[in-house]
T-cell receptor
Framework: GNSVTQMEGPVTLSEEAFLTINCTYT??????LFWYVQYPGEGLQLLLK?????DKGSNKGFEATYRKETTSFHLEKGSVQVSDSAVYFC???????????FGEGTQLTVNP | DTGVSQNPRHKITKRGQNVTFRCDPI?????LYWYRQTLGQGPEFLTY????????KSRLLSDRFSAERPKGSFSTLEIQRTEQGDSAMYLC????????????????FGPGTRLLVL
């Protein structure tokens, strides 16, 4: 069945470090892929998305590339800030159907 | 664009009581979704509406749960005879979809309603 596997957390980095959070998915066809971010006590905010193979989504210094051959959508940022501390969720929307399928989330803590 | 709003933000209730949550989607978004998120997990789909029609329900949505969107605008989610296992964050999302543009659909989430059943 459809599923998303995310890199297990928690992840702790120092400010200005490089970030990678791995995400792979299992789905048929060509799903749309998303990264959402959740700050403590809040709902989910869309961070970036990609809708077809080789698309790169980017926002606020974060990037992720839709890799159809490896069914992956890894999140990267070159230099993290303390304000990036949050939980990050990878998700996909299948080719047919309208329910988002989420990974379990990766807690990121950035220390000054 | 005021975003998706949800009320209340927090609800504490005793087991066996009924609770109702409200979601106001982004203006003119024709799709509205409900998800449930338990601690340390990603959100799980419950149900969704296109305009006033409820098009899909998850098997997670037991017969104690009912959702409505009577005029195709705001939606309510009611839980009857609450159980401790219902404690979770209930998230609402909305999207705009027209014609064959499914691939461009993006769901925007509200702040959630956190339910605690004692």
């Amino acid at each position: 069945g459809n599923s998303v596997t995310q890199m297990e957390g928690p992840v702790t980095l120092s400010e200005e470090a490089f970030l990678t959070i791995n995400c792979t998915y299992t789905a048929t066809g060509y799903p749309s892929l998303f990264w959402y971010v959740q700050y403590p006590g809040e709902g989910l905010q869309l961070l970036l998305k990609a809708t077809k193979a080789d698309d790169k989504g980017s926002n606020k210094g974060f990037e992720a590339t839709y890799r159809k051959e490896t069914t992956s959508f890894h999140l990267e940022k070159g230099s993290v800030q303390v304000s990036d501390s949050a939980v990050y969720f990878c998700a996909f929307l299948p080719t047919s159907g309208s329910r988002l399928t989420f990974g379990e989330g990766t807690q990121l803590t950035v220390n000054p | 664009d005021t975003g998706v709003s949800q009320n209340p933000r927090h609800k504490i209730t005793k087991r066996g009581q009924n609770v109702t949550f409200r979601c106001d989607p982004i203006s003119e978004h024709n799709r509205l979704y409900w998800y449930r998120q338990t601690l340390g997990q990603g959100p799980e789909f419950l149900t969704y509406f296109q305009n006033e029609a409820q098009l899909e329900k998850s098997r997670l949505l037991s017969d104690r749960f009912s959702a409505e969107r009577p005029k195709g605008s705001f939606s309510t989610l009611e839980i009857q005879r609450t159980e401790q296992g219902d404690s979770a964050m209930y998230l609402c999302a909305s999207s705009a979809i027209a014609g064959r543009s499914r691939r461009q659909e993006t769901q925007y989430f509200g702040p959630g309603t956190r339910l605690l059943v004692l």
